[in-house]
T-cell receptor, first 114, second 112 residues
């Protein structure tokens, strides 16, 4: 099976702009989670989508939003970018079955805000 | 108090020895636990999952879980230089759904 794919891999944006990141999960996986990784804060949970519904949300401002499509692909949007949003954004997919909570990460999107 | 705590290291182990990585968590209701390996500049790679008290072995890796002590560990036997990486402990804190809380990671170096 192909792994989790994320596009774009690298992105440079200016403060105040918005950005949309895309994630395609492993075939058959219905759950997609998003994480932000920074040197100072480590890996932090943003939100999880399952069957097009947000099931969990982390402690991030409303500028961070997401959605999931019927084919399980997911997008994450950040509006009004701030310098502190510079980070590696990781998408992880899981089957969504209660028998397995294992999550598999994509390669990430490196966002730089200038 | 951080929800998941790990020694940040760095931890230095000679090649061929056993590397021992430890993690404690605060949410007593957590049911699933994971170890990820992350090489510099790469994304985390799942290496072990454990759901029940006791030991779980997979090749050179053994995960140990003690829910009463809220403690998870990872042992790497016959350590190789290719095991040098940051190891992340993760705990799923959401019942029936996905929400991983990660520790800060332990940087492990295997010395030839």
């Amino acid at each position: 099976k192909a792994g989790v794919t994320q596009t774009p891999r690298y992105l440079i944006k200016t403060r105040g702009q918005q950005v949309t990141l895309s994630c395609s999960p492993i075939s058959g996986h219905r759950s997609v989670s998003w994480y932000q990784q920074t040197p100072g804060q480590g890996l932090q949970f943003l939100f999880e989508y399952f069957s097009e519904t947000q099931r969990n949300k982390g402690n991030f401002p409303g500028r961070f939003s997401g959605r999931q499509f019927s084919n399980s692909r997911s997008e994450m949007n950040v509006s009004t970018l701030e310098l502190g949003d510079s980070a590696l954004y990781l998408c992880a997919s899981s089957s969504g079955d209660i028998s397995s909570y294992e999550q598999y990460f994509g390669p990430g999107t490196r966002l730089t805000v200038t | 108090q951080k929800e998941v705590e790990q020694n940040s290291g760095p931890l230095s182990v000679p090649e061929g020895a056993i590397a021992s990585l430890n993690c404690t968590y605060s949410d007593r209701g957590s049911q699933s636990f994971f170890w990820y390996r992350q090489y510099s500049g790469k994304s985390p790679e799942l290496i072990m999952s454990i759901y029940s008290n006791g030991d779980k072995e997979d090749g050179r890796f053994t995960a140990q879980l003690n829910k009463a002590s809220q403690y998870v560990s990872l042992l790497i036997r016959d350590s190789q230089p290719s095991d040098s990486a940051t190891y992340l402990c993760a705990v799923n804190v959401s019942w029936g759904a996905q929400k991983l809380v990660f520790g800060q990671g332990t940087r492990l170096t295997i010395n030839p």
